[in-house]
């Protein structure tokens, strides 16, 4: 069984697409890039080096697209053994990522488990 993704529906909205819709064209093939690249080196048993893909805290990685002149992030979780579920997405204003981005993907992975 090979890797798949999604991305994670929330009272009838889709965070991740939503963020992608903010976007350029040329960033949003960008980040499907990324997404790709992850896909496939999971799929080949290769581990993400910190460039791409970077594990922050409790089961939450973020995938890290850059354009330009912005830098993007995606957060994502396993759902099962081989499926990604990406929450959302913001660009980057900062160096640190911010905490509240990494809270809104707990909450959202939360919500999609069910759990209160």
């Not at 080096?49 to 354009?67: A, C, Q, T, V, W």
Request: aromatic letters at 12%; one cysteine or more.
């Amino acid at each position: 069984m090979e890797y798949t993704f999604d991305f994670a529906k929330v009272n009838g909205k889709v965070p991740m697409i939503e963020f992608l819709d903010s976007l350029s064209i040329k960033e949003r093939a960008k980040i499907f890039v990324c997404i790709d690249k992850l896909i496939e080196l999971k799929n080949s048993g290769i581990q993400p080096k910190e460039n791409l893909s970077k594990h922050l805290e409790d089961g939450i990685f973020e995938l890290r697209g850059s354009f330009e002149n912005r830098i993007s992030r995606s957060f994502y979780f396993y759902e099962s053994e081989k499926k990604i579920i990406f929450t959302h997405g913001f660009l980057k204003k900062e160096q640190k990522t911010p905490k509240n981005e990494i809270k809104k993907a707990k909450s959202i992975r939360k919500i999609l488990r069910g759990e209160k």
